[in-house]
């Protein structure tokens, strides 16, 4: 009987520990730094709208707008580019970014240099059936190893 309430209290604690931990990363997954990278990347908002700005969404579709801030914290200078950029819808399939004109509310090439900070916002198009999941992010210098942040 001893055995059987230890080893039930064992799995118990272990049960929450796991729980702690999965509610920790889905946090930590959405804003935080990047330590891997020496990127601070913090989502502001996410937005689903069927037209932002001067851009309207195609017919059975909506625009996700991601308004974010980027630091970088490496020594050297990093170049972000809208063509980083991508959303991973619940389904698998993977949006790139709505292509735009100059305009200063949307992020277009930029130069950042040690130590210095954005914040801007990206538009995706997508299906207004599909959710999205994930955003990557690809710099160059992330090699083959993304930055993927949780959406959810």
Same mark, same amino acid.
């Given at each position: 009987?001893?055995?059987?309430?230890?080893?039930?209290?064992?799995?118990?604690?272990?049960?929450?520990?796991?729980?702690?931990?999965?509610?920790?990363?889905?946090?930590?997954?959405?804003?935080?730094?990047l330590?891997d990278h020496?990127? !601070?990347?913090v989502?502001?908002?996410?937005?689903?709208?069927?037209?932002? !700005?001067?851009w309207?969404?195609?017919?059975?579709?909506?625009? $996700? %707008?991601?308004?974010?801030?980027?630091?970088?914290?490496?020594?050297?200078?990093?170049?972000?580019k809208?063509?980083?950029?991508? %959303?991973?819808?619940?389904?698998?399939?993977?949006?790139? %970014?709505?292509?735009?004109?100059r305009n200063?509310?949307?992020?277009?090439?930029?130069? $950042?240099?040690?130590? !210095?900070?954005?914040?801007?916002?990206?538009?995706?198009?997508i299906?207004?059936?599909?959710?999205?999941?994930? $955003?990557?992010?690809?710099?160059?210098?992330?090699? !083959?190893?993304?930055? %993927?942040?949780?959406?959810?």
């Open positions: 009987m001893w055995k059987r309430m230890v080893i039930i209290s064992v799995i118990i604690s272990f049960c929450i520990a796991g729980c702690n931990r999965e509610e920790q990363a889905n946090k930590s997954s959405v804003k935080g730094i330590s020496q990127i !601070d990347f989502i502001k908002n996410v937005n689903r709208v069927p037209h932002y !700005d001067v309207t969404a195609k017919n059975n579709y909506t625009l $996700l %707008v991601v308004n974010f801030s980027l630091k970088n914290s490496r020594n050297k200078s990093i170049i972000v809208p063509s980083q950029f991508n %959303v991973i819808s619940e389904t698998g399939k993977i949006y790139g %970014v709505v292509q735009t004109k200063t509310s949307v992020l277009h090439d930029r130069k $950042l240099k040690s130590y !210095d900070s954005l914040q801007s916002s990206i538009i995706f198009e299906p207004k059936e599909e959710m999205a999941s994930e $955003l990557l992010f690809a710099p160059s210098f992330a090699k !083959d190893k993304p930055i %993927v942040i949780s959406l959810k």
